[in-house]
Every structure is written in structure tokens, then in C-alpha cells.
């Protein structure tokens, strides 16, 4: 019997979010504020359950828009980031860095435990909560899980949790 493997695999036209962010990349650079329609698609290995499938793909599929209606039409900031400062002032939070500062109402941001709104740890970062949502529904831990954000056509990052 040959050695084997599945996974699934689910990306929709609605596992999508609009949203605003920024970086800081080489040291002292932040670029300016600007925003994707990002897309997320999702794997996952593992072995078969007793219904013959790795995971239900509808509960993944639905998993995960959960997560991007979350980020939708959102201000992305950074909770973790050593450069940008992000604070609540009045209904509003303000995002700083240097002397260049951000305000948006707080019910338009999402704050990340991230250090960088790079779509590599926008990825990991659902990928974290993919696994959270399945340890809470008592599913077994898969063999991997895997979430690539799409920036915008053709530019897209992955991350891939080997468990
Ligand atoms: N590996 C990564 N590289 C870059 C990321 C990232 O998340 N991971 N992010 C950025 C910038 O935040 C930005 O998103 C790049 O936006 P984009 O609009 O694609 O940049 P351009 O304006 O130069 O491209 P256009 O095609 O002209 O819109 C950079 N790198």
C-alpha cells in the first residue's frame, strides 16, 4: 500500500476582505497608508475522519469567512510592531509613527496581535485562528494547515503550520 496523503483545499470568491493597512520595512521606512482586496485560501492535511474527509470543507470554508468578514472593509493595525504605536484617544484610535499619526474610529480598525501587516503574518494569523476554531469545535489537530493571502492579483504570501 503506498505510503498516502490528503488534504483539502477551499478558497471562494467570498473569502475576500477589503481592507486598509501600511508597513514598515527596511528599518526606519513606512510606506503610505493604502488598502488590497485581499483573498485567503486555505489547506489542510491530515488524516481521514470516520466520515472519510480530512476536515468538512463547508465548516473550513465557513471557518474562515468568519475571519475575513472580520478583517472586511477594515483598518489593519499592528498590536506587536516595534515602530508603530497604535492607542485608543476618545472613540477613536490613533496610529503613530515618528511624527506622522493615523485617527480612525475604533469600530474601523481591527488591531492584530501581529508585528507588521505584511500578508505573511496575515497569514499566520489565520491560520492561528483556523486552529483555534477547530480545537473548539473538538476536531483532532491536522497533520498542517496552510493560508495564503493574495495582496492582489499575483502577489500573494503563505504560511504553512506543521503540527
Ligand atoms: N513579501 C511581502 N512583500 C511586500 C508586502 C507583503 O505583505 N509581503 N507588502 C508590501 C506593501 O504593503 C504593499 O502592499 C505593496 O502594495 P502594492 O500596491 O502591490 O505595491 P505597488 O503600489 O508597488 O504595486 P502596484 O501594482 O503598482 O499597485 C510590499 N511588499
Known sequence: MPATRFKVRVTKDYLVFSSGHFITFD????ERIHGHNYR???????????????????ALRDMTRAI????????????ESPLIRVA???????ARYGDRFWSFPS????????????SELLARYIAERLLDAMKERG?????????????????????ELIL
Request: proline share 5%; aromatic share 6%; hydrophobic share 45%.
Open 27 to 30: 528599518g526606519d521606512h513606512c
Open 88 to 94: 485608543a484617544e476618545g472613540p477613536n484610535l490613533v
Open 40 to 58: 485567503a485560501a486555505v489547506e489542510v492535511d491530515g488524516d481521514l475522519d470516520a466520515n472519510s474527509y480530512v476536515v468538512d470543507f463547508i
Open 139 to 159: 476536531w483532532s489537530a491536522p497533520r498542517a494547515i496552510r493560508v495564503e493571502v493574495e495582496e492582489c492579483f499575483g502577489q500573494s504570501a503563505e504560511v
Open 68 to 79: 475575513t468578514d472580520e478583517l472586511d472593509h477594515r483598518m489593519l493595525l499592528p498590536a
Open 107 to 118: 469600530d474601523e480598525c481591527v488591531v492584530l496581535p501581529i508585528a507588521n501587516t505584511t
